[in-house]
């Protein structure tokens, strides 16, 4: 909402104490904590007691990936998906206050951490609900990122031991075995690992490098193996 024309205070005679006075107009108030709060760094949730949603700010759409209009049709719950969440609604609406942390699902399906602070409102004589939070995307992307690493370690170790056992050598041969053929055909160390283990032959990149290794026999027992796999 822009600035209502001719609201913001000029200096009279200079002072700039009056210009300081001058931000103390009720319209103006109403006009900058509206422009503030919409464009807050907090995300800013109002609902009624049924809850509806009846008024969000801009950066609850910009983070969750809805238009306003979306957002306004949907519900609470629709948003905050934990499986306590309609109960801590009503829990709320019982002590007249909340605070905790939930989890806001996005447009586009993502789960993200939102810590906030909950209490009753009145406007008009009516009862609303006003929620203000955080949603902290750094910590959220470090998250991810530790999870996607947790996930790649287990498949390199379950491929390590696949080929280990299936050619007879050690762990830290197969790794080094691994890594040296995606390393050489450009392949993600990850998805070659998934090969070694979902296909039930090994995969010829890997193949290539194993005719390196001086364990022939080894070699010949495996390839027997996995070819009758």
Not at 210 to 225: I, N, T, Y
Request: hydrophobic letters at 40%.
């Amino acid at each position: 909402m822009p600035l209502l024309e001719g609201a913001w205070p000029q200096k009279v005679n200079g002072r700039p104490e009056d210009a300081i006075k001058g931000l103390a107009l009720g319209p103006l108030q109403q006009v900058l904590l509206h422009d503030a709060a919409d464009r807050s760094p907090a995300l800013i949730f109002v609902a009624d007691s049924e809850m509806r949603y009846l008024a969000v700010n801009t950066t609850a759409c910009e983070v969750l990936g809805y238009t306003r209009d979306e957002l306004l049709a949907l519900r609470v719950t629709d948003i905050a998906v934990s499986v306590e969440a309609e109960s801590l609604y009503q829990e709320m609406l019982t002590v007249r206050s909340q605070q905790g942390d939930v989890e806001l699902r996005t447009k586009d399906g993502r789960l993200l951490p939102f810590v906030y602070e909950a209490s009753e409102v009145t406007v008009g004589k009516a009862q609303h609900w006003v929620a203000v939070g955080f949603v902290n995307l750094r910590l959220f992307d470090r998250v991810q990122q530790l999870e996607t690493a947790l996930l790649s370690r287990v498949v390199i170790e379950q491929a390590k031991g696949v080929l280990a056992g299936r050619y007879e050598i050690g762990l830290e041969e197969a790794f080094e075995t691994i890594r040296s053929a995606a390393r050489s055909n450009n392949l993600v160390l990850r998805e070659l690992c998934a090969r070694v283990i979902d296909e039930p032959s090994t995969p010829a990149e890997i193949e290539r490098r194993l005719q390196h290794l001086p364990r022939h026999e080894a070699r010949s027992r495996g390839a027997d193996r996995s070819s009758t796999v």
